[in-house]
């Protein structure tokens, strides 16, 4: 049985549950993205900041991330993060690059991240 409030990789309407978790830096950033339409680059390198801070390319039906949902995952994810709201900012910042970099076809975002037996190299082609 799929649990209803799981998604496949982090949804933007979750990034209003972020706002309070971290401080001012963090919350401005929450604040900015908020509003803007899915599509925006802006809230695409947040999305994709959550994707791999949450881990949601190894996530899968039946997995404990995957039982509790997307909304708790992120939450624990960002409480726990370990670096300071600098670094935060500083990952969405490289997130918005690889974004840009996508949508002009300069390159593809998950290469580096996810294939382990050489599919890494089919998909950089």
């Known amino acids: ?3 209803p409030k799981a ?3 982090f949804p933007p309407k979750l990034i209003p549950h972020l706002r309070d978790l971290r401080g001012d830096e963090w919350r401005v950033l929450v604040d900015r993205v908020t509003p803007l339409s899915e599509m925006d680059p802006d809230s695409l390198a947040f999305s994709l900041l959550m994707i791999r801070l949450d881990g949601c390319l190894k996530c899968y039906a039946g997995s404990y991330k995957f039982m509790r949902g997307c909304q708790l995952c992120a939450v ?3 409480t726990q993060y370990k ?3 600098s670094q935060l900012l500083k990952e969405y ?5 690889d974004i840009d970099d996508y949508l002009s076809g ?3 975002v998950f290469t580096e991240s ?3 037996d050489g599919e890494a190299d089919k998909l950089a082609a």
């Open 83 to 85: 670096g300071s709201d």
């Open 93 to 97: 910042q490289r997130a918005q690059v």
């Open 106 to 108: 300069r390159r593809r």
């Open 7 to 9: 998604e496949i990789i």
């Open 1 to 3: 049985m799929i649990a």
């Open 76 to 78: 624990q994810t960002i």
């Open 114 to 116: 996810f294939a382990d």
